[in-house]
Antibody
């Protein structure tokens, strides 16, 4: 069974930084793209960052562009989200998600998800 | 940015009834690149459908998806107790990839 385990969430003051980690297991990590999707309390889902298998393609939502950075370590089966200049509106559960790869059609959907880690930005 | 509008906001059904959930896009979804997810309270989302109509691995055949352009539908042929949850659509044909606001399927 595919496993994605997020860590690194917590309480941080506005303007602060956090680094989220996601460790993957039970699949060939380097064969998949990865993404972060967040969900504010009581709200819907918001895709925020994506990284391809070899890191050639990296995409961000406008809401976090310039403040957050996604990266990955294929040897360590991990993906990261460095979050700087955090705002109150960044408060959410952050999910790590796997995105399949296909040569013939777009596959920017998410076929496996972690349980999420809560980030609370508050003074 | 493509805005996805889901309706109804809440669907109240009895087990065994048919559920029809709608997802409308503000502009055409390229390639019918639309996915559906199920999220139960306190849990992560689960992929149900991708490519508008392809079921994900392990998803029961009572779940089906259809549509193209700007109008998409998720149908649950006979709702079971485990299907009561919030359902989200997501388009992935145009960046930024966006989600609908969700439809809650609740027990009547």
């Amino acid at each position: 069974e595919v496993q994605l385990v997020e860590s690194g969430g917590g309480l941080v003051q506005p303007g602060g930084s956090l680094r989220l980690s996601c460790t993957a297991s039970n699949f060939t990590f380097s064969s998949y793209s990865m993404a972060w999707v967040r969900q504010a309390p009581g709200k819907g889902l918001e895709w925020i960052a994506y990284i391809s298998r070899s890191t050639v393609n990296i995409f961000y939502a406008d809401s976090i562009k310039g403040r957050f950075t996604i990266s990955r370590d294929n040897a360590g089966n991990s993906v990261y989200l460095q979050m700087n200049s955090l705002r109150v509106e960044d408060t959410a559960v952050y999910y790590c998600a796997r995105s399949p790869v296909n040569s013939y059609w777009l596959t920017y959907y998410f076929d496996s998800w972690g349980e999420g880690t809560l980030v609370t930005v508050s003074s | 940015e493509i805005v996805l509008t889901q309706s109804p906001g809440t669907l109240s059904l009895s087990p065994g009834e048919r559920a029809t959930l709608s997802c409308r896009a503000s502009q055409s979804v390229i390639g019918s690149y639309l996915a559906w997810y199920q999220q139960k309270t306190g849990q992560a989302p689960r992929l149900l459908i991708y490519g508008s109509s392809s079921r994900a691995t392990g998803i029961p055949d009572r779940f089906s998806g259809s549509g193209s352009g700007t109008a998409f539908t998720l149908t649950i042929s006979r709702v079971e107790a485990e299907d009561f949850a919030v359902y989200y659509c997501q388009q992935y044909g145009s960046s930024p990839w966006t989600f609908g606001q969700g439809t809650k399927v609740e027990i009547k």
